[in-house]
């Protein structure tokens, strides 16, 4: 005989019901229509950690879709800061010391869920998508292309030791540039924090040029307001005359003590080669950064894990 035939069930109900199973006997579901428990039920009268340690194992968005809605108890516990900085803590999750009553609110629940510090928020940062993510504002000359191995034959320059990159893009004769803007807020760094506590805003990026070909390198990074004001800038640029030089070089800034209401960080980059030549021996960028960072903040919790 053949498998039997999906059920066909959403996985939000599945889940929900695995999860009253796990909170009360099955007889105790049998007779309740409404799936409502009492704090003598089963899964309470064990100890505190263990209760937490089987929850811990349950995917956190299916706690938050269906665990909320199995008793009062555990929607209460749920929507608790303790229960989500106790998940932030066993999974070695950075976020900002607590202080006393006047300590920044923080919501623990969108910390662990989107890991706001410590990662890099750029997407397609090392340009294995292309250019996906990034707005094409000059695609001057051939216009971007990747280059699939930065250290190949056909890519003459020196190695770049950054794990995880192995592409880079590379630009033409005209000027080509694109850009990323990342919002701080939606990826869980609120304004609450970024106001009072100004985290470091670390940004980076690797650039190389050719050595048969001179070429010109700009990045522009702008801090900007929910209103979109620019609040604060860093601007770098790199020439390189032909037979000079084809070392890879990272480009590195910190933003502190930057002005409220940032919201917005702008990632601008790009160049062209300097001695006109078809094809695309312009420069080479890959490996671009923009982290949040509060290992120079007095209110980072020592936790084991740096960066996830």
């Not at 919501?107 to 340009?127: E, G, M, T």
């Amino acid at each position: 005989m053949g498998n039997r035939a999906s059920t066909g069930k959403p996985t939000a109900v599945k889940a929900q019901k695995t999860l009253i199973n796990l909170a009360c006997p099955p007889k105790f579901v049998e007779r309740s229509l409404s799936y409502e428990i009492d704090r003598d039920s089963f899964l309470h009268r064990l100890p505190e950690e263990i209760f937490f340690m089987i929850l811990y194992r349950v995917p956190p968005m299916d706690l938050i879709r269906c665990g909320r809605l199995v008793c009062k108890y555990w929607l209460d516990l749920m929507d608790s800061p303790q229960f989500w900085r106790r998940l932030c803590q066993l999974d070695g999750v950075i976020y900002p010391q607590e202080t006393g009553a006047d300590s920044c609110p923080l919501d623990f629940r969108s910390i662990y869920l989107k890991r706001p510090f410590h990662r890099n928020l750029v997407k397609n940062w090392n340009a294995a998508d292309g250019c996906k993510y990034w707005t094409i504002s000059e695609n001057g000359g051939d216009g971007f292309a990747v280059e699939p191995d930065i250290c190949s034959y056909s890519n003459p320059v020196s190695s770049i030791a950054v794990p995880g990159c192995s592409d880079c893009w590379v630009t033409s004769f005209g000027l080509c540039e694109k850009y990323q803007v990342i919002d701080l807020w939606v990826e869980g760094c609120t304004r609450e924090i970024l106001d009072q506590l100004k985290p470091a805003i670390e940004i980076s990026e690797w650039t190389a040029a050719r050595f048969d070909c001179g070429s010109q390198y700009f990045v522009q990074v702008t801090l900007e307001s929910s209103s979109g004001k620019v609040l604060d800038v860093f601007k770098s640029e790199r020439y390189v005359d032909q037979w000079e030089n084809m070392s890879w070089i990272k480009v590195s800034h910190k933003f502190c003590n930057y002005p409220a209401d940032v919201r917005f960080v702008k990632v601008l980059h790009g160049g062209k080669d300097r001695q006109f030549w078809k094809g695309h021996y312009g420069p080479k960028i890959t490996a671009t950064s923009v982290m949040v960072s509060l290992v120079n903040c007095h209110l980072c919790e020592e936790l084991s894990v740096l960066f996830r």
